[in-house]
């Protein structure tokens, strides 16, 4: 069993930065796959970033690629993302997600075993 529980989120203005942690408690992660998405009011959930536990390799989607950062620190069991130039579209719940195995580009929330709680991230204009 894996525990994630997300923080950092808040309000900002456009252009803006925040961070959030997602704390990793439970098994050890091994060969896991995290990853953030978010979900906005009214849409579906969106894959944002994944990362591989193991080696640090990243895979972002499009709309973020330059401006959000995923890092993970072994030693403190937690994932950050580090979102810069923030933009009114950013603005959703943000959920921290885990997977055993397998890709850590998987965009589909169906294939990600654990879920945090979410924190919500608000970019005004």
């Known amino acids: 069993q894996v525990h994630l529980v997300e923080s950092g989120g808040g309000l900002v203005q456009a252009g803006g930065s925040l961070r959030l942690s997602c704390a990793i408690s439970g098994r050890a992660l091994g060969s896991y796959a995290m990853a953030w998405f978010r979900q906005a009011p009214g849409k579906e959930r969106e894959f944002v970033v994944g990362?591989?536990?193991?080696?640090?390799?990243?895979y972002y989607a499009d709309s973020v690629k330059g401006r959000f950062t995923i890092s993970r620190d072994k030693g403190k069991n937690t994932v950050y993302l580090q979102m810069n130039s923030l933009k009114p579209e950013d603005t959703a719940d943000y959920y921290c997600a885990a997977k055993s195995g397998g890709s850590y580009s998987s965009r589909s929330p169906r294939l990600y075993d654990y879920w945090g709680q979410g924190t919500q991230v608000t970019v005004s204009s």
């Open positions: 990362i591989n536990w193991s080696t640090g390799n990243t």
